[in-house]
Structure formats: structure tokens, C-alpha cells
């Protein structure tokens, strides 16, 4: 007979958390516009903003001319539609665009503004009415920058009375006194740089060109920048660009020329935020493919399809090359790579395109979605699926590595995270990837009655797309995406830390630091609102060499070619009361002028957040060298953090600590 023992110990469990800032498309501060669109027949065009979130929230919706204003009052895991009527004072027309020889100041931009204190939210906007459809994901103004190449596609419209079919962008200001510069491209061909002042924070533009062959003319490629004024630094600016109405064919299997017509619209990134791998997932019931295209930001960037090299292109230029409206398309899950940052684009053909019609119900139409790179992935978002015009199926792609399939799970409308019911599949080309085509809806011969948000998370990050079809309707829209600034980070440095983020526990000693693409004469810290405040308030450190060491940058990384700088406050912080506190970096580089001056600043949130209380639950041994299993309780909400066991057993040597959820000992 065994003698069974009761084994007791004891042990300490240490969790180290940091909740990540959100760098990404949720935010509480967004602009947007009522671009000009082309109206199927006498139905004029509609503009729908949808705002959700994981947690309740409230806010307002403004525009400086006061022609609209709303408010917004969710609940967690809900959705609000606000409807922004057509009228004069919100609709932008053609006749209101700038063309670089005259040049017009819109006050018709339109901004979404969390209340104080509220959660922030995920905003997306929907440009609709009678056949006519497009959506984009919205950003909000802390993850705005100051360089954009424009998309667009072949421009091959139509009018309808004085809504001309064109090629178009907006640009907004979010700072006063914002001077924008802007270099034309019109079917690939560059035109003479123009620039425009934005004196108030809301003040916007619309460009179209207006020249003979306008309405033929694709400005895919266009730079826009925002420059240095006498002001200040470059500012933020938010820019969009798309068609007022456009058709998209297919080369293959056979030529289609398409016949029916929609906008595009998409909300740009900043080219720091751009990367060097995609994994294009085509559209549900596209059997014929999808139009692509891959668009550079600097000069000799190698483009690669599938590990294959396939083209040169320099900044402003495109792959593939042409302007035509019957272009090649990707049938399969495609791997886009390259050696310096790009911007690809998935596009939807015009329903009689897309390869799979079904009796009475031509499901799809125009549209584009910008994707984002493998390495701007995120692992919890929020989403909508609309209702608006016939969309009769709503879908979401989603790309993921392998060993996290198990993790995905999806929420309908605040309800049980599920396992998705569609088959993941192993992306050929990506080695170590699945993807999934997840129907979010029930299919049906009629539209779908209603709107919903979905919650997207897993474990790790992923990429997806959201769209919906329906009779010669479609819209399609990035689901979400970390927005992380290649060169330009703020961070905060502890003990525990796991993410590099501006979120800290309270009582948890901390550096701040900031990396620059520039080496730096002088950093001014505005520390001033920060819980006590700390002293000194406003920290100055001055910079006497460019090299790692005594005077110059604690350390230096090379991105894509570029040094970057990394400076940090020789002092520890720490705060006991949680909270989200604005701060202010201030950077001088007068001995080496950038394009944005002698001087930047630099504006972030610093979160500081209670940490989880540890728990833990053990089964009780049997023998005295039967291991015991440890599974960890902890309950927090949101959190990234890290396991730091130890089982107070010196003798088990390195088996006396372990970093695993749930180990055992």
C-alpha cells in the first residue's frame, strides 16, 4: 500500500503587467469629411458614422461651420449609426475642389470627440445611397502624420448632372496654422508642387483635377506633406482619397469591362507607418480574383509576389504598372513583400466581374481596402457590419499565425466569445500563417435586416478585413491595425515591463524615453500634469554629441536604412494614482535643421493603471513526488502580462522558478 502525504508549501507568484497605450485605431479624437459622390439616379448620396467600443462611451460630433452636430452615448460592445444629412453645409462638391491653380478652404470637415474621462472608441464612416456604397476605417489624431501618397484606381466614371466622376483626396488640419504641400501625379505623371494654408484646426480641402482629360485621370501616387511654418514644426494632418465613381473590371480568365459604378473611399496612413509584408487574402465568392496594386514611398524599392522578385518601382509609382480598367488580378492568398516600405491595396470588380453571379443577385460592385502589413497586426478589436443599401452576406478575412488559431474568437454584439464556424486554411505562400473567410451573417435571399459590431481577439496579433456584398453593392474596410510609427516612439522603461507602450502600473518605478529619426541639440519634458507634479515640471536635457554615450543618445538603432535616436530621463518616476495624464516633449535640432524645423512637439498620453491582483489554484498531490499543477486565476481587465513563478524550493534548481501560465512543480 502507498502512504499518501499531504504536501503543503509555500511560494510567491509575481505578476508584471503594462497595458499598451492604444496606438491604433481606437482613439477619442477623429476627422472626417462628406466627400463628392456620384448618386445612382435622383437618390442623393448619405454619410453614416459608426462608432463601438469594448466599454461604454460618450461623445459629440461637430463641424466648424455648424451645420451638424450630434451626440453619441454607447454602450459597452454596442453600436451607434449617427446619419449626417446632405445638405449644403456638409456635403463637399465638385464645384468646392481645389485644382492647384485655384484653391478653396473648406470649414465642412467633421469631428468626432470622446467626452473627458469616457473610454475611447473605433469609428468607421459609410458613404452610401441607391447602388452606390464604400466605407473606411477611421484614425484618430494621435496616430496622424504629415507624409501620405494617395490611392485611387483607373478613373473610368460617370456623372450624373454636376456630380463629375473623378479621381479625388481631402486633407484636413487637425493643429491651426498647418501649411500643406502637395505634389501632383495624374496617370503617373508628375505635376508642379502647390501649396495651401489650413489657418484653423478643422479647416479641409478637396482636390479633383481640372484639366481636359480630368475624367480620365487616376492621382494614385500624389504626395502630400505637411511642412514647417513660422509656427512650429510640421504638423498632423488627416488625408483620404479614392473616386467620386469608378468602374473596375478583370483581365482574366477573359476581358470585363464592367458597366455598373461606385465610389472608393479610404482613410491614407502616414508612409512611417508603411511595411514589408502582407498577406493579401481575396475577397469570398470573388472566383474571378482581385485587382491589386502595391505602392512604393521611396525610389528603387524591390517589390516580391510569393518570395519572387517582380519589379523596381521608386516613390509615387505602382505594381503593377498601368492604367487600365481591365487589370490582372490574385485569385489565391497572395504573399507581398519588399525591401523598403509599400502600401498595398485590395480592390473589388464591378459585379459583372467578379466571376460568380448568382441568378437575380449580382453580389459585389467597385471598392478598395488599404491592407496592413503583417507587422502592424492587433489582437483585440471591435467592428461593425452594416445595413445600409441591399448588402446581402457581411464577411470578415483574417490572417493569423498558425500556433494562435486556437485563440481566435468572436463576439456578436457583446455576446460569448465563439470559435469561428468557417475552416481556417493554411496560407501556402506564408509559412507559418492560416487565414479564414468567416461569413458573419446568415446567407439569405434579402438584406441583411440589421447592423451589428463584432469583437475580434486572440492571444497574438492578427490582420484583418471586414466587407460586405450585395446587388451591385459592396464596402470593405481595414477591421483594425496597431498604428505603430517606424522611426518616432515614446515609450516607458521599468523593472517588468513587457510592452514599450506609455501605460505603467502605479507604484511601479519608471524611465521615460523617446526615439527621433534625428540627433537631438536639447528634449524639454512637460511633465506639469502629471499626479503630484513631479519636480522639476519641466526637465530639460542637453545634448552635446550625436554618438551612444556620455552627452549624446543612451543608445541608436538602424530602421530601414535610417538611424534612429533614443533619449530617456535620467530620473525614475513613480505614481500612485491611476489616471490618463497628458504629456509634452519639446525637441530642438538647431545645429542640423530638419524639413520641420529647429523644433517638434511631441504630444502623448501616459496611462498608469492598478495592477492585477495575483491568484491561483493547485491540485492537491498525491504522493510526495507527484509534481503539483498551478494554474493561474489572475482576473484583470485587458492586460498583457507576464508570469514570474517561484516555488520557494531552492534545491530543484533551475526548476525552482518558472514564466509559464500554468506550470507545474
Known amino acids: 500500500m502507498k502512504k499518501k502525504l499531504l504536501l503543503s508549501f509555500i511560494f510567491s507568484l509575481f505578476c508584471f503587467f503594462i497595458f499598451a497605450q492604444d496606438f491604433s485605431n481606437k482613439g477619442k479624437d477623429f476627422y472626417l469629411c462628406f466627400p463628392q459622390h456620384v448618386p445612382s439616379g435622383a437618390v442623393p448620396a448619405k454619410l453614416s458614422i459608426w462608432i463601438t467600443s469594448d466599454k461604454a462611451s460618450s461623445g459629440t460630433i461637430t463641424m466648424p461651420n455648424g451645420a451638424f452636430s450630434s451626440t453619441f452615448n454607447i454602450s459597452a460592445n454596442g453600436l451607434a449609426e449617427i446619419s449626417v444629412p446632405n445638405i449644403i453645409g456638409t456635403y463637399i462638391t465638385n464645384a468646392e475642389s481645389s485644382n492647384g491653380t485655384t484653391n478653396q478652404i473648406l470649414k465642412k470637415s467633421i469631428r468626432i470627440k470622446v467626452n473627458i474621462g469616457q473610454p475611447p472608441v473605433v469609428a468607421y464612416v459609410q458613404q452610401y445611397g441607391a447602388a452606390r456604397s464604400t466605407a473606411s476605417l477611421l484614425l484618430p489624431t494621435t496616430v496622424l502624420g504629415r507624409k501620405y501618397f494617395t490611392v485611387s484606381f483607373t478613373q473610368n466614371g460617370t456623372n450624373n448632372g454636376a456630380n463629375l466622376g473623378r479621381s479625388q483626396f481631402q486633407v484636413i488640419a487637425t493643429k491651426d496654422n498647418t501649411i500643406v504641400t502637395i505634389t501632383p501625379r495624374k496617370n503617373g505623371v508628375v505635376g508642379t508642387p502647390f501649396t495651401i494654408t489650413l489657418p484653423l484646426a478643422g479647416d479641409m480641402f478637396q482636390y479633383q483635377s481640372n484639366d481636359a482629360t480630368a475624367a480620365t485621370q487616376d492621382l494614385t501616387g500624389t504626395f502630400i506633406e505637411s511642412v514647417a511654418s513660422g509656427f512650429g514644426g510640421c504638423l498632423p494632418i ?209 438584406p441583411n435586416p440589421i447592423s451589428d459590431s463584432y469583437r475580434l481577439v486572440s492571444d497574438s496579433g492578427f490582420n484583418a478585413t471586414a466587407y460586405g456584398l450585395g446587388d451591385f453593392e459592396s464596402y470593405a474596410y481595414s477591421a483594425g491595425t496597431y498604428i505603430k510609427d517606424l522611426y518616432q516612439q515614446i515609450s516607458v522603461q ?78 525614475f518616476y513613480t505614481f500612485g494614482v491611476q489616471g490618463i495624464y497628458p504629456v509634452i516633449i519639446t525637441t530642438y535640432n538647431t545645429s542640423a535643421a530638419s524639413e520641420c524645423g529647429t523644433e517638434q512637439d511631441i504630444e502623448f498620453d501616459l496611462g498608469v493603471y492598478d495592477p492585477p491582483t495575483a491568484g491561483f489554484s493547485h491540485n492537491q498531490p498525491g504522493c510526495l513526488s507527484e509534481p503539483v499543477q498551478f494554474t493561474d486565476t489572475t482576473q484583470t481587465i485587458k492586460p498583457n502580462y507576464q508570469w514570474n513563478w517561484n516555488f520557494g524550493d531552492p534545491s530543484s534548481g533551475l526548476l525552482n522558478t518558472s514564466t509559464a501560465q500554468n506550470p507545474n512543480h
Not at 302 to 317: D, E, L, P, R, S
Not at 368 to 387: A, G, H, R, Y
Not at 508 to 528: G, M, T
Not at 550 to 566: E, F, H, M
Open 238 to 446: 488627416a488625408v483620404f482619397s479614392g473616386s467620386s465613381a469608378l468602374t473596375i473590371g478583370r483581365q482574366t480568365p477573359t476581358a470585363c469591362n464592367g458597366g455598373s459604378f461606385d465610389p472608393i473611399l479610404q482613410q491614407l496612413y502616414p508612409t512611417n507607418t508603411w511595411g514589408k509584408n502582407f498577406g493579401l487574402v481575396p475577397f469570398a465568392n470573388y472566383p474571378s480574383g482581385v485587382p491589386y496594386r502595391i505602392l512604393a514611398s521611396e525610389d528603387n524599392t524591390n517589390i516580391n509576389i510569393n518570395g519572387a522578385f517582380v519589379a523596381t518601382i521608386n516613390k509615387g509609382q505602382f505594381y503593377p504598372a498601368g492604367f487600365t480598367s481591365t487589370p490582372a488580378t490574385l485569385i489565391n492568398p497572395t504573399n507581398i513583400s519588399a525591401d523598403k516600405p509599400i502600401c498595398v491595396i485590395e480592390y473589388a470588380q464591378t459585379a459583372g466581374c467578379a466571376g460568380n453571379i448568382a441568378p437575380g443577385n449580382n453580389q459585389g460592385d467597385p471598392d478598395m481596402v488599404i491592407l496592413n502589413p503583417i507587422e502592424q497586426n492587433i489582437s483585440d478589436i471591435t467592428i461593425f457590419s452594416t445595413k445600409q443599401e441591399v448588402i446581402r452576406s457581411q464577411w470578415v478575412n483574417v490572417l493569423i499565425k498558425t500556433s494562435s488559431v486556437p485563440s481566435f474568437k468572436i463576439s456578436r454584439n457583446g455576446g460569448p466569445l465563439l470559435l469561428p464556424t468557417a475552416t481556417w486554411l493554411p496560407f501556402t505562400m506564408l509559412s507559418g500563417y492560416s487565414y479564414l473567410r468567416q461569413q458573419l451573417t446568415a446567407p439569405g435571399s434579402g
Open 494 to 571: 521599468s523593472q517588468y515591463g513587457i510592452e514599450t507602450s506609455p501605460s505603467v502600473c502605479t507604484n511601479s518605478p519608471f524611465k521615460f524615453r523617446v526615439s527621433l529619426p534625428y540627433c537631438a541639440d536639447s528634449i524639454k519634458w512637460n511633465l506639469s500634469n502629471l499626479p503630484g507634479p513631479p519636480i522639476p515640471s519641466f526637465p530639460v536635457t542637453h545634448y552635446t554629441s550625436c554618438v551612444q554615450g556620455a552627452g549624446g543618445p543612451d543608445s541608436t538603432t538602424v530602421v530601414n536604412g535610417k538611424t534612429i535616436y533614443w533619449y530617456a530621463l535620467p530620473n
